[in-house]
Each structure stands twice: as C-alpha cells, then as structure tokens.
C-alpha cells in the first residue's frame, strides 16, 4: 500500500515526505524529532529553534491575544499576524468616516501607530517537563479525588518556583494527562496597530474562498509590541518603547520551489489524533452531520436577508462568517475522514496492537462500550448545543436564564450586573429579532424533529411544524423583553438597557412570566436533566480510558514516535512545499500568483471585488523585486505541515530559519487532520512573504516597515 501511494504522487509529491509524514506531528519545541527534520532538509541545529541560554527561534514567535500566533520581524518589535486575526482590532479603531477594514491603515511612522488597550502578546520563556511533581501520590487515586490531588499539585507546583514579577506558570497535560509540562510565560500588554491591508486584499475571497485552493489573499496586518525603559511589560503608555526582541525572523524573498523543507512555529488549538476507530466513526456519521444541518438552516435563512438588504449584510457579516467557518471545516473533516477511511485503518492499527499487547483489548472494549452508551447523548448535546448557539434569541435566552439564577442566589452585585450588560449590548447591537425569530422557528423544528424522542421536553412535538413555529415564534418575540422588542419599566434593552435593570427583582418576575422564558426554560431544564450529566459522567469515564488507551499505544508501538495532541502550546510541525492531489485526476499546483487574484476579480461584489491601485500595479507590471521568474508576483502556497487553528499567524520558516510565508488556512479536503492528519490530502495554506513585502512596498508605500527587517534576497 505505502509502495502504491509512494508511485502515484510521486509526480507532485517528492515520495520521502508522503512516507515521513504519514502521522503529521506537532511537537514540543523542546522534543522535535531532528533525526527526521534533518533528513527532510533542516539546515540549522534543533537547538536553535529553542533555547533558554541564548537568542533563539522561540524568542520571535508569541501567542496573539491568547488565540492566533503573531512573529516578530525586525529588531524593533514588528510583529506579523493575520489580518483575520488582527480583524476586531482593525475594526474598532474604524468609524464610518474612515473604515480602517475597507480602506487599510497604515502607520506612517511609529507617531502614529494605534493602541489596543486588552491585547496581549504571550512569550514562552521555558518548558519543562513536570510529570513526577504532579502525579506525585495519585497512584491508586480515581475521577474527582484525581482531579483533586492533581490540582493540588499545580498549586503547589507554581509556589515552589521562583519567577520574576512578569512571569506566569501555566500547567499543561500532554498524552491524556499521562504527562505535564509548566510553561514560563511573559505577558505584554501594550501592542500597537501598525498596518494593515484592505478587506479586499486581506480578507480576498472571503466566505466562498475560506478554506480552499486555489487562493489569493493577503491575510496578514501587523503590529508593534512595546515596553517599558527596561525592556519589559508594561500597562500602555506613550512613554513606552518599541520592544527589543532578543531575536526575530529575517524574511526571505526565495522563490519557493516543489519539495522545500519548511517548518511552522505556533500555537495550535486542539487536535485528537489518538482516538479510537468508534470516537472517529461517531464523530464521521452523527456529531459533524447534526452540527452541519443545524448551521447549514442558520445560514440559508441568514443568507436570504443578507443578499436582499445591505444593513442586515452589514449587521451579519462577521457573525456570519463565524457560523461559516467551522460549518465549512466540519464538511470537508466528514469528506475526508470519508474518502480516506480513517476508521478502517484505524481499526487495522488497533488490531495491530491488540496481536502485540492484548491488555489493548480491554480498554478498547470498555471505549467501544461507552462511546456507544454516550451516543444518543452526545448527539443530543450536539443538537441542543448548536441550535442555542446558532439562535441568537435562545442565546439571549440562556443568558437571561443564568441573570435569573444569579439574582435568586443573591450573586448579583453592581460589577457582575455591569460586566452583564455591557454583553448584552453586544448582542444587541448587531441583532436583528424579526429575522431571528425566523432562525428560531427553524431551529426548534428541526430539533423538534431530529434531537432523539427520549429527550424532548413534555409537549415539544408541537414544535415540530416550521410554518407553524414561524407564526408562534414572532409572536413570543414581538412581546419579549429578551429579544429587546417588548418593553420593561417604560424602556427597551434597546432604548435604555439601565431602565429595564433598574428594578432586578421586577425584571426577574417580567422575565419568569415571559412565554418565550418558558418555552426556553423547557428545552434547558430538559436537556440538563436528560443529558448534560449523563454525557459528562460517560464523558470522564471515556477520558480514563483515553489516558490509559494512549499509554498502551505508546508502549505497544515503539517503532512510532508520537506526539501530543494540540493544546494552545507552543508546537513546531514540519513538511515540504507541496500541491496536491485531492481528487481523481484534480491536481492543485503549489503556488497561486497575483495574475489569478485578477483572474477572480469581480468589480463591487463584496468578496471579490479588488482596490483600483492593486489592478493599476497588475496593469504596469510594476512588481520591483518582488517578482517570480515566471514574471508574476507569488501569493499563496501549499505545504504538508501539521496545523490546525491557532496556527493562524504562525510564521512558515525555511531550511535556515528564515520566515518564507505566513500560515493562515488549510484547504478543506484535508482538515480531518485535526483527527487523522494525512499527507494525501492535508495541506496549510500560507501567504508568501513576497506578496507581503509587495503589498507593504508597492501597494502600501511603506518602506519604512521593509527597512526596518532584514530582507534575505
Ligand atoms: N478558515 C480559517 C480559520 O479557521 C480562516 C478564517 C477566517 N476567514 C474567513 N473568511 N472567515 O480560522
Ligand atoms: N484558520 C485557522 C486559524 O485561524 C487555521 C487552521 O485551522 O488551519 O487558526
């Protein structure tokens, strides 16, 4: 078989990779595999990507606002990321005077670079393995004592060391919690806007692209991190000063070619690679599916209204960007787990190591058992669960279901009541309740009809017409203080949201007579009697066998080298440049150029359409240095690292360390690699530095930003 697959893609894919990489990995920095890193092209000492002596790759690579990663570039703290990442900053210094999303930003020295008062950015100053502190005395020990003991550990873990005053310690299980490793970590707070492209560019192909090859975004912004005199964190100040890295990424300007090594340093957020063939086939045949029909109905309905008027389109878009995205990535996870038969051969590997170990096989039984005993209740929460995130007015719901229960325990002081409202008004602002209730009516029937019969609330058959609950539904609405149309003391939420919480109990008695409250009341407290703690019991009794089935695959098959799961630490994966070969006889190359952003130009639509002096730079030809030999500017390309999200913003760096592209998406034939990662179909997708130092040169006219990096030619 791996001879086979060795012959066919061997005429875009250089065979010792597809073989290299048959199980992906994101490693521990501390860890990495350099055997494999070497004979794959690695260049420079593993050493050199984390050191805690010296100046290392590590030290220019930072976690963004605790979820993208961001890279430093230039010795004064220049930090790249996504523009998808950077998204929410650039929009909240925009009025509709000047709309920093639609028109770009760009600093035109640091004078003029904007503060974000709340952003972070995470440095990991060191990573130490700590098993032996924490399991210490939980031998024999089970469920909650466990837990317990476990966290009494970190505790006293975290007292023992001594850290300066701008260093934290967060512990971390690894393998299922059979290992823990502490992460030494340096916040700074004051991180500024220094620039960023147009939505047109950044966000290029925006929903219809998101997720796929061929594509041709510039998704990146950039920032500038600050310190105080010392060089250390500090709350923002005008006083404070561009941020001395002890190293940062010299940005290549290589033309990249078939089979370069590459390797991409971040954050990613959660894999599970090591599941059983029934947690995958579960996931392949019920969870995705429910999770996807229950968004693909949020977004059709959006969708009608979104196309036929601009304000709603306004009101929606990120939001529904968001619903998009993972309805998307989960799409291709079931295509792919599909065509690649993940269970099937996962199912092989693990008769494989029951005929080496048969101590496997009671574990796998006992997994097989429980995954089958929690189904009926995994999908349920996977119904419930989506249908109130998706319906924004049982969202706002649950949220007064929890004020209720806050005001009744008396845990509603004037700071939880502030930090209340103030999120409501988030919702409020970009909520539109006609058109929710529409989203409601539809989710409830669909709930109605699909969550299993055993789960349903008394009564909840009469839910399961959609003509009907359209008709029901607007009129709960239409009188609801929750949905900010019905009123309350004389005030909307909408009109004065202090007015309606200025008597809390009358608010309370107002909200437990709404029929809406009921209704949503119902379909809570029936899921959290039928389901939340029968799925959560299942649930840490399936973790206990996961700890204990991970151990025994990794001592069972020693030939493997395995790697942990993601988990918002710090990672390093590693492959080649490469196209792809999705499907029967469909071929993707590795690289797209700016000729092919023209080619999907579509003058004032909203995702394809291109800023005029993007297409007067094509029509010149005027690319400077930043061209290919084939004459065209490079902008997006294909590799076979390991990533998933919270890779976005990882900095893609070459055989010698230096940053060639910007990590920001995968292409959806292959992101069941946060389950079965295969190099068949598994491919990142990142922004070439090339287009990004043309678009800050030519398009941007800001060579302040390229002198300030070294540029590798
Ligand atoms: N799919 C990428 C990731 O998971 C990019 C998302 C942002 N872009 C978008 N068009 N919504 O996060
Ligand atoms: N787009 C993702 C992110 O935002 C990356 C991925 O899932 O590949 O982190």
Redesign the pocket.
């Known amino acids: 078989m791996i001879k086979r697959s060795f012959l066919l893609s061997a005429i875009i894919v250089p065979a010792v990779m597809a073989f290299a990489q048959q199980y992906g990995g994101m490693w521990i920095p501390t860890e990495v595999n350099e055997k494999e890193m070497k004979a794959m092209g690695l260049k420079i000492p593993a050493k050199q990507l984390f050191d805690t002596q010296k100046a290392s790759i590590k030290d220019a690579v930072v976690q963004f606002d605790g ?3 961001a890279e430093i570039i230039s010795p004064k703290g220049l930090l790249l990321t ?1 523009h ?2 950077g998204y929410d900053n650039i929009q909240s210094h925009s009025t509709v005077e000047n709309d920093l999303l639609t028109n770009g930003f760009w600093a035109k020295n640091m004078g003029e670079e904007l503060p974000n008062p709340g952003v972070t950015v995470d440095f990991i100053a060191d990573i130490k393995e700590v098993t032996s502190s924490i399991l210490a005395g939980t031998q024999g020990l089970e469920s909650a004592d466990l837990t317990k003991k476990i966290n009494e550990n970190i505790e006293n873990y975290k007292k023992s060391q001594k850290i300066e005053s701008y260093q934290t310690i967060s512990v971390k299980p690894m393998y299922y919690g059979n290992k823990y490793y502490a992460y030494i970590i340096e916040t700074y707070k004051d991180v500024r806007l220094v620039g960023a492209p147009p939505s047109s560019i950044g966000k290029y192909g925006s929903d219809t692209d998101n997720w796929v090859f061929p594509r041709h975004t510039g998704d990146f912004s950039m920032f500038r991190i600050y310190a105080d005199k010392n060089n250390k964190p500090a709350e923002y100040s005008k006083d404070n000063i561009p941020y001395k890295p002890k190293h940062f990424l010299p940005v290549s300007m290589k033309e990249k070619k078939e089979g370069d090594f590459t390797f991409v340093y971040g954050f990613p ?1 959660r894999t599970q690679e090591y599941l059983p063939a029934i947690a995958v086939e579960k996931i392949r045949t019920e969870i995705d599916p429910a999770m996807i029909s229950v968004r693909d109905i949020a977004l059709k309905t959006l969708d009608e209204k979104m196309r036929s008027d601009a304000a709603t389109k306004i009101k929606y878009a990120s939001k529904y960007a968001s619903i998009a ?1 993972s309805w998307k ?1 989960w799409k291709g996870e079931v295509e792919g787990l599909t065509k690649s038969d993940a269970a099937g051969k996962k199912q092989k590997y693990e008769q494989m190591l029951i005929s080496k170990n048969p101590a496997v096989k009671t574990t796998l039984d006992e997994l097989n058992r429980l995954y089958n005993e929690q189904a009926p209740y995994a999908l349920n929460r996977a119904y419930y669960g989506e249908t109130v995130r998706n319906a924004e007015t049982l969202t706002l719901a649950n949220n007064y279901y929890n004020f209720i229960a806050a005001v009744e325990a008396g845990k509603m002081d004037a700071k939880t009541l502030e930090g209340f409202k103030n999120r409501l008004s988030g919702v409020y602002k970009d909520f539109d309740a006609e058109l929710d209730a529409k989203v409601t009516a539809k989710l409830l029937a669909h709930y109605a009809n699909k969550a299993p019969k055993q789960f349903l609330p008394a009564g909840f058959e009469q839910y399961k017409n959609e003509a009907q609950n359209l008709q029901t539904i607007e009129n709960l609405s239409k009188n609801s203080v929750i949905t900010g149309r019905g009123s309350m003391n004389g005030a909307t939420t909408y009109s004065d949201i202090n007015k309606v919480f200025a008597d809390q109990n009358a608010l309370v008695q107002n909200l437990k007579n709404d029929p809406l409250m009921k209704l949503f009341s119902a379909l809570r407290e029936g899921y959290m009697t039928s389901t939340d703690g029968k799925v959560s019991s299942l649930q840490q009794q399936i973790d206990a066998n996961q700890k204990k089935f991970m151990a025994q695959q990794m001592e069972t098959d020693k030939d493997r080298k395995f790697f942990p799961d993601a988990n918002s630490t710090l990672r390093v994966t590693y492959g080649k440049v490469a196209g792809s070969n999705p499907r029967d006889a469909l071929y993707y190359g590795y690289q797209t150029h700016l000729s092919g952003v023209i080619e999907k130009y579509i003058p004032g639509d909203y995702e394809f359409d291109l800023p005029k002096k993007l297409i007067e730079l094509y029509n010149k030809k005027d690319y400077g240095i930043y061209k290919n030999s084939n004459g065209d500017v490079p902008v997006n390309f294909t590799a076979t690292n390991h ?7 990882s900095p893609a760096l070459d055989a010698y360390g230096n940053l060639i592209g910007l ?4 292409q959806w034939e292959g ?1 069941m690699s946060d389950i079965n990662y295969d190099p068949k179909f598994s491919r ?2 990142m922004v070439d530095t090339k287009y990004i130092l043309f678009i800050i040169d030519k398009f941007a006219n800001s060579r302040w930003l390229i002198d300030e990096m070294k540029v590798v030619k």
């Open positions: 979820g993208c990663t996504n998808h990442c957020g995205n990535k990533t998933t999200g919270g890779n976005s913003g990590n920001f998406d995968r992101t990142n997708i």
